[in-house]
């Protein structure tokens, strides 16, 4: 299994258009040791010219462009993209999916709830129904004895959903009524080797369900937003803290850290990192911790393979 991380950051990117928080301006003047990000994205592949896309981040385009493989030039008009899930429907995860009009219809994958949004709250798979028709919309089961699927298009790699407590985003519907598919995270299995990859750009807290599915994966991509629960509070850039936006900080008693210290067998890397986070610092005393605890902060173009 081939793994591309397209892009590491939070919503906004790394630096943030608007923000001049101590990393966002370090990094523009280049005084700070850290690389820039694009919001987060990630695509998988058994073979290396299939590829499946999680989430479509407005910096797709960009995305594309800097990684090979999502145009390997088999006719005029091509793609690597053979399909696209969606974990759930915020605006950071499923806006570029207008940049990719010009080639509908994809095949997308998404749950119930996703879908409502993104045809009610924010209609976007409405919007592209006048290129091509739309997409090929197919439903990821969520409340069902197995949440396992296959992508016909990619069909040595499983794929198993797995729910996530979450709100739904701000436009939708439902945004204080919760249900199971507002935010899930995602198991692959190569079903050739075994290997599994636990991807979950969105977590706010390990749910008894989850130690079980982690400690047996080969590799675990997982939220690492913020560093400390009132990061926004302290930095000066916001008012909520890390619970009310559905992620779990890194620091502190029951925080990421002090959890995968209890899994022995996977490799941990940290995806989906706040603008705020210290740890983009790579001379940081935070990103010493980490790598103390041998866990690994993804960034832009890292490729992993299974």
Same mark, same amino acid.
């Given at each position: 299994?081939?793994?591309?991380?397209?892009?590491? #950051? @939070?919503?906004?990117?790394?630096?943030?258009?608007?923000?001049?928080?101590?990393?966002?301006?370090?990094?523009?003047?280049?005084?700070?040791?850290?690389?820039?990000?694009?919001?987060?994205? &990630? #695509?998988?592949?058994?073979?290396?010219?299939?590829?499946?896309?999680?989430?479509? %981040?407005?910096?797709?385009?960009?995305?594309?462009?800097?990684?090979?493989?999502?145009?390997?030039?088999?006719?005029? !008009?091509? *793609?690597?993209?053979? @399909?696209?899930?969606?974990?759930?429907?915020?605006?950071?995860?499923?806006? +570029?999916?207008?940049?990719?009009?010009?080639?509908?219809?994809?095949?997308?994958?998404? *749950?119930?709830?996703?879908?409502?949004?993104?045809?009610?709250?924010?209609?976007?798979? $409405?919007?592209? =129904?006048?290129?091509?028709?739309?997409? !090929?919309?197919?439903? &990821?089961?969520?409340?069902?004895?197995?949440? %396992?699927?296959?992508?016909?298009?990619?069909?040595?790699? =499983?794929?198993?959903?797995?729910?996530?407590?979450?709100? @739904?985003?701000?436009?939708?519907?439902?945004?204080?009524?919760?249900?199971?598919?507002?935010? /899930?995270?995602?198991?692959?299995?190569?079903?050739?080797?075994?290997?599994?990859?636990?991807? #979950?750009? +969105?977590?706010?807290?390990?749910? %008894?369900?989850?130690?079980?599915?982690?400690?047996?994966?080969?590799?675990?991509?997982?939220?690492?937003? /913020?560093?400390?629960?009132?990061?926004?509070?302290? *930095?000066?850039?916001?008012?909520?803290?890390?619970?009310?936006?559905?992620?779990?900080?890194?620091?502190?008693? +029951?925080?990421?850290?002090?959890?995968?210290?209890?899994?022995?067998?996977?490799? =941990? /890397?940290?995806?989906?990192?706040? $603008?705020?986070?210290? &740890?983009?610092?790579?001379?940081?005393?935070?990103? @010493?911790?980490?790598?103390?605890?041998? /866990?690994?902060?993804?960034?832009?173009?890292?490729?992993?393979?299974?």
């Amino acid at each position: 299994m081939k793994v591309q991380i397209l892009g590491s #950051a @939070a919503g906004g990117g790394f630096p943030q258009w608007n923000c001049n928080c101590r990393n966002c301006s370090g990094l523009r003047a280049g005084t700070l040791n850290a690389r820039a990000r694009t919001q987060s994205s &990630i #695509a998988v592949s058994a073979d290396g010219e299939h590829w499946i896309l999680f989430n479509t %981040s407005p910096d797709i385009r960009e995305q594309l462009a800097s990684f090979a493989p999502m145009q390997p030039n088999r006719s005029i !008009r091509d *793609t690597g993209i053979s @399909a696209i899930v969606f974990m759930d429907s915020q605006i950071d995860h499923t806006t +570029g999916l207008l940049m990719l009009r010009e080639g509908c219809p994809h095949n997308i994958w998404c *749950t119930e709830m996703v879908e409502q949004d993104l045809s009610n709250g924010f209609p976007v798979f $409405n919007m592209l =129904k006048h290129w091509n028709g739309g997409n !090929r919309v197919n439903r &990821i089961p969520i409340g069902e004895q197995d949440n %396992s699927f296959i992508i016909p298009q990619v069909p040595q790699l =499983k794929l198993t959903a797995v729910p996530l407590l979450s709100s @739904a985003p701000p436009y939708s519907p439902h945004r204080d009524d919760p249900h199971p598919g507002d935010n /899930i995270g995602i198991l692959i299995e190569d079903l050739n080797s075994g290997r599994k990859l636990f991807y #979950a750009p +969105g977590l706010g807290q390990i749910e %008894s369900h989850l130690p079980p599915i982690m400690e047996t994966s080969d590799l675990l991509l997982v939220d690492g937003t /913020i560093w400390q629960e009132d990061e926004l509070i302290v *930095t000066g850039v916001g008012d909520k803290l890390g619970v009310a936006m559905g992620h779990l900080p890194q620091s502190g008693p +029951g925080g990421m850290i002090e959890f995968l210290d209890t899994l022995h067998k996977p490799r =941990k /890397i940290l995806i989906h990192i706040n $603008n705020t986070n210290p &740890i983009l610092d790579e001379d940081s005393e935070q990103r @010493a911790i980490l790598g103390q605890h041998e /866990i690994e902060v993804a960034y832009d173009g890292m490729s992993l393979e299974l």
